[in-house]
Each structure stands twice: as C-alpha cells, then as structure tokens.
C-alpha cells in the first residue's frame, strides 16, 4: 500500500520567505502527484498537478518539482504572504484516479 | 470549487439511524470519490464510482455503501451509524471526460456528527 509522508508537520516563517515543503512516498511507480490546500474548515483546492512523466510544474509563486525515482515532492514558495498560510497536501495517483494523501504541512506565515 | 456541491453541509444524527450524504458535480467528470478526513489520518478513500452504477471499494469501506445512478450524483450511505463515524467527509471528482485530464477537484465537505 501505498504511503505518503509530509514533512514537517507544522512549519512557521516570517512573510517574506522563500520556503520548501516535502513530500515523500513509499512506491515509485505513480501516474501523477497533486498539492491542495487546506483553510480551516474549508475543503481542498487543488494548487499543481504533477504528471509522472514531467519533473516539475509551475503556477505564480508556487513551483512543484517530482523526483519518482527517489520518491519525492517538493512545493516551493517564493515571497510568502499571510495569505499563504494554510495546511498543504500532497497526493499521489498509481493509476489515475485514487489518490492517497499525506497529513499534510500546516503553514504560518507571520505578519 | 470545480462545480461539485455537497449536502448537506452539517448533520448530527443519533447512533443506529441511517444517513445519507448527497454528491452533485456538474463537470461531467467520469470518477467521483467519498473520503473521510479525521485528525492524525489524513485523507482516506472510502469508495469511489468510475461510471453510472460502477463503483468500488477504499480502504475504508466498512458500514458505508455508495450508489451512482447518475453520472453527476454520487450517494454515501452510513445504513447504521456509529460514534466512529463522526468526521468531515469531502466528495471529489477526476478524470473530465473525452480529455486526458486526471486532476482531482474537492467539494466543501460535509460535517458529521454521531451522538
């Protein structure tokens, strides 16, 4: 079975910084691998999907790059803003449809 | 949030009584998903449908029961449920059809409380 595992946890940093959140899985062998966000008490809103045969993909301030062979995600994010804080979730795909999640990085980024 | 409404929104119900929650997406995307989210778990997949009356099994199917008579409805069923049964549950949706697209979309969840 497939297992995904984020860290850290929770991560804090000042507004402004440039930061990296991981992602790490258990079998190589993925169709594709998406990053959501969280808010509290709000559903996920998908940031970037990875298919298994790119190595990274962009979006604004939000660059995703996939490494299958040593499985693993990284979600960077240049010039953090307040608004960026949140719980970030990776999900990998073995073939296309099921998705298996991480427990997600909670995100703080302070003023 | 990708034309995907779940209802009810907040429930509490009694231990024993059924439930159903209710999926609607209008994407015409072919897969639609039912997970449960519970703090220190994550994200965990408890059926999912990959056509009108195509459904299967997550890994944590037991007391759950899902139907999909349509493509845009998908029902989760709870037929007696229990305290362990109390979580957020978040409907999702992939796989838009005629286009090679497998990106998944999540509805606003649904909270559910069993007392």
């Known amino acids: 079975k497939q297992e995904v595992t984020q860290i850290p946890a929770a991560l804090s940093v000042p507004e402004g910084e440039n930061l990296v959140l991981n992602c790490s899985f258990t079998d190589s062998a993925i169709y594709n691998l998406q990053w959501f966000r969280q808010d509290p008490g709000k559903g996920l809103t998908s940031l970037l999907l990875?298919?298994?045969?790119?190595r990274e993909q962009t979006s604004g301030r939000l660059n995703a790059s996939l490494d299958k062979s040593s499985g693993r995600s990284t979600l960077y994010i240049a010039a953090s803003q307040p608004g960026d804080s949140a719980t970030y979730l990776c999900?990998?795909?073995?073939?296309?449809?099921?998705?298996?999640f991480g427990t997600g990085t909670s995100l703080t980024v302070i003023p | 949030d990708a034309g995907i409404t779940q209802s009810p929104r907040h429930k509490v119900t009694e231990t024993g009584t059924p439930v159903t929650l209710r999926c609607h997406q209008t994407e015409n995307h072919r897969y639609m998903y039912w997970y449960r989210q519970d703090p220190g778990h994550g994200l965990r997949l408890i059926h999912y449908?990959?056509?009108?009356?195509?459904?299967d099994k997550g890994e944590v199917s037991d007391g759950y029961s899902v139907s999909r008579s349509k493509t845009e409805d998908f029902l989760l069923t709870l037929e007696s449920a229990t305290s362990s049964q109390t979580s957020v549950y978040f409907c999702?949706?992939?796989?838009?059809?005629?286009?090679?697209?497998?990106?998944?979309?999540f509805g606003q969840g649904t909270r559910l409380t069993v007392v």
């Open positions: 999900a990998v795909s073995e073939t296309g449809n099921q998705f298996y």
């Open positions: 449908s990959y056509g009108v009356k195509d459904t």
């Open positions: 990875i298919q298994s045969s790119q």
């Open positions: 999702a949706i992939s796989g838009r059809v005629a286009l090679m697209n497998t990106e998944a979309f």
